[in-house]
């Protein structure tokens, strides 16, 4: 069983660097348009995954910006997130799981999956609010259609890590009784 | 803390140190001070058993209790 878990975990180790690299090759992408689209706006046409906002560029840069940074940020916060992942399972110790480190990290992960889950629904409103006004966004719903789902693992995350902090106060106990 | 671990006095009235004690009880070093410095949270009814048949005293020998207003 413990070899069992040995390989699970490093096979989620694994797992969680191959998705944190994709995330920071998109997050950087679309860094790197963003910043293209301020110094060199004729390559709006063709952003990050053939996004092409060339008319909402041309109709509005306010909206443009605006609807684009949230983009980037979530982006940036979703990298961020499995970065955090990744450290919490390489510091983790299975031997000694419930360190306050370990407690620590979960809350900061549900931390930024509740930023992640709240970031994409203010998006997600003000899209279909600024829908209204005449301007086509939908090409940029897949970005922050799963706000919901982040917002209830931010709260299930949230309470293992209230639990696990109790784990490490019974840990600490435990370490001191002799 | 209320309650006071007397092992030193014990240890010194029975002239045993601290790495013979270790050894009678299987406890180690580091445990043992833990009790001894009065940082421990617990103890387990079968190490307070084997301290006492090792120093062979009783637990009151061992264990005190001060209270709040005896402490100031």
């Keep these: 069983m413990a070899h069992k878990n ?4 490093i096979g989620l180790q694994i797992i969680a660097w ?3 690299v994709g995330l920071s090759i998109e997050a950087g992408g679309l860094l790197v348009n963003f910043a293209f689209s301020i110094f060199k706006p004729e390559f709006v046409p063709n952003l ?3 996004l092409d906002l060339s008319a909402l560029y041309q109709s509005s840069l306010w909206v443009f910006y605006s609807m684009y940074s949230f983009v980037l940020m979530i982006a940036v916060l979703k990298a961020l997130l499995f970065y955090k992942l990744i450290q919490l399972l ?3 110790d299975t031997a000694k799981p419930f360190s306050s480190l370990a407690a620590r990290q979960i ?3 549900s931390y930024f999956i509740f930023s992640i889950g709240i970031l994409s629904y203010i998006a997600r409103q003000s899209a279909k609010n600024i829908m209204h006004h005449g301007y086509e966004l939908s090409v940029l719903n897949p970005f922050w259609e799963d706000s919901q789902a982040y917002i209830l693992m931010a709260a299930v995350v949230y309470a293992i890590a209230t639990i696990f902090s109790r784990g490490v106060e019974i840990q600490n106990e435990n370490d001191l009784t002799v | 803390m209320p309650i006071i ?3 030193d006095v014990m240890m010194a009235k029975r002239k045993m ?3 013979e004690l270790s050894e009678k009880v299987d406890l180690t070093l580091s445990n043992l001070s833990i009790l001894k410095t009065g940082k421990a949270k617990a103890i387990r009814f079968s190490t307070l058993e084997a301290i006492c048949r090792a120093l062979d005293c009783q637990p009151g020998d061992i264990l005190e209790y001060r209270g709040e207003k005896e402490n100031n």
């Design chain 1, 48 to 50: 990050y995954q053939k």
């Design chain 1, 107 to 109: 809350t900061r992960i």
């Design chain 1, 6 to 9: 040995t390989f699970v975990f």
């Design chain 1, 18 to 20: 191959i998705i944190f």
């Design chain 1, 90 to 92: 390489m510091k983790l």
């Design chain 2, 5 to 7: 671990v007397n092992l």
């Design chain 2, 17 to 19: 140190s601290l790495n």
